[in-house]
């Protein structure tokens, strides 16, 4: 009888190291609630000064969030210039950057969705943009550089069960900066947007 009172208290033992071992990320999973955020910044980045031929304006970064309407966006899955609204409670005019809810980043068990991440072209507008050749509504873009580095370092995150760095890089790693229509068309034909 004694050994099987032992040979249960090791199977517990046992079972208990392994389920905390389990645990490297918080129960197993993203907190809904969490956001991602893009900042927008005149600096830092290849910011322009406006196409005086063409007499487009070059948004500040407090109008880019006060006039954006959607992303425009090449999908992971192909589409190319897939429209995501922006609506007025993604927009924070006091930090000039707007906000992709929950929902857009994880699912509903607590998983990374990598849609939004992994976008190239990500630009935003401030009216629809209805084919790949007009570029007129667009306000400001997200270097795909800095969409490809922005990935990396978030699944390297998650990955890893760091969650508390994953939602750091949320807050700081995808920033966009203005840019004018005919400046956005320039960037793309040098392959440099």
Not at 41 to 67: H, I, Q, S
Not at 78 to 107: A, T
Not at 129 to 140: F, L, Q, S, V
Request: hydrophobic share 35%; aromatic share 8%; with cysteine.
């Amino acid at each position: 009888m004694k050994t099987i009172y032992r040979l249960l208290a090791v199977v517990a033992v046992v079972m208990a190291v392994a389920a905390c071992n389990g645990k490297d990320k918080p129960n197993g999973r993203l907190e809904q609630g969490a956001m991602i955020y893009v900042n927008i910044k005149e600096k830092g980045l290849k910011a322009m000064e406006g196409d005086t031929n063409t007499e487009e304006k070059l948004y500040t970064p407090e109008e880019v969030v006060k006039e954006a309407l959607n992303f425009c966006l090449d999908t992971p899955e192909g589409v190319i210039n897939g429209l995501n609204g922006i609506s007025d409670e993604m927009k924070d005019f006091e930090n000039n950057r707007i906000k992709m809810w929950g929902e857009q980043i994880i699912d509903r068990d607590g998983e990374l969705v990598e849609y939004f991440m992994k976008c190239k072209n990500v630009r935003i507008c401030n009216g629809k943009y209805p084919d790949k050749d007009n570029h007129r509504n667009i306000i400001a873009y997200i270097p795909n550089k800095v969409m490809q580095e922005g990935w990396i370092k978030i699944k390297k995150a998650y990955d890893a069960g760091n969650y508390d760095e994953v939602y750091r890089l949320f807050q700081e790693v995808y920033t966009a900066i203005p840019i004018t229509p005919s400046e956005y068309q320039k960037l793309r034909d040098k392959g440099e947007n």
